[in-house]
């Protein structure tokens, strides 16, 4: 406990030295309200896979000590615009401290490397979203760095991409999860009660098993291992929507 300060007003202070007594909150899947401006034309965040706000985005995953401050977080190598920079530090705005902010003027790029760390550029007027959905679709597996870690993806229709998924990992005999754009998508392949609908769609965005419709016979058999029931997930986050 601390002595009251007597202070009047309500204000957000720079972070002093001290022992550390709290613990950081995990990373959260991107909101509804950064959705639509990541999937609005007109919005300066279109098409931003990094779009984050006080309500969703990186926590833990970018964190390198605390307190939890900017400058402690893998954001201190990108200073705000000044566009981020009012949203900041405006009260009114959901932003409004949010210290993963960020834009496509400012903040982290996407890219894509090899298994060595190679970069590689899209072909001609090819966005590197786009392409590394065509690789995904000629049966390449991508390992997605986003919020959470890694994801490891591949066309879950596609047998050989699947089997080399397996093999790699060493994972023979459990069953993978389905990743599904949103609730209607899920609910074509599984039986959803209001409780799974809840979670797919909450901030931890968690693996939700269901029983099977069938459709999920589309799916080859040595995929799901578990013969009445699929496990699926929703996208946490604009890299692996598209």
């Excluded at 022992?19 to 995990?26: A, G, H, K, Q």
């Excluded at 006080?54 to 400058?71: E, S």
């Excluded at 893998?74 to 409004?96: K, L, T, V």
Aim: glycine content about 6%; charged content about 20%.
């Amino acid at each position: 406990m601390t002595a009251p300060l007597a202070e009047t007003e309500f204000t957000i202070a720079k972070s002093g030295a001290g022992r550390v007594s709290t613990t950081i909150v995990p990373d959260a899947a991107t909101c509804e309200d950064c959705l639509d401006e990541i999937f609005n034309p007109a919005d300066r965040r279109f098409q931003y896979p990094f779009t984050n706000c006080t309500n969703c985005g990186p926590r833990l995953t970018i964190t390198h000590c605390l307190p939890y401050d900017r400058a402690n977080t893998s954001m201190a190598a990108f200073p705000m615009c000044s566009a981020c920079s009012r949203e900041y530090e405006d009260p009114a705005n959901r932003r409004f401290h949010a210290l993963p902010n960020a834009c496509v003027q400012c903040g982290p790029q996407i890219w894509l490397c090899d298994k060595k760390g190679k970069r590689i550029d899209p072909p001609e007027k090819t966005s590197m979203l786009s392409y590394a959905t065509e690789l995904i679709g000629a049966g390449q597996i991508l390992a997605i760095k986003g919020l959470g870690g890694f994801h490891l993806a591949c066309d879950g229709s596609n047998q050989q991409a699947v089997a080399t998924l397996r093999q790699r990992k060493g994972r023979y005999g459990k069953p993978l999860a389905l990743m599904v754009r949103d609730l209607p998508m899920a609910e074509l392949y599984v039986y959803l009660d209001q409780t799974a609908r809840i979670l797919l769609t909450s901030p931890q965005a968690p693996i939700v098993l269901g029983k099977k419709t069938g459709r999920a016979g589309r799916f080859p058999r040595h995929w799901l291992l578990v013969k009445t029931s699929l496990a699926l997930c929703c996208p946490i986050h604009l890299c692996i929507i598209c």
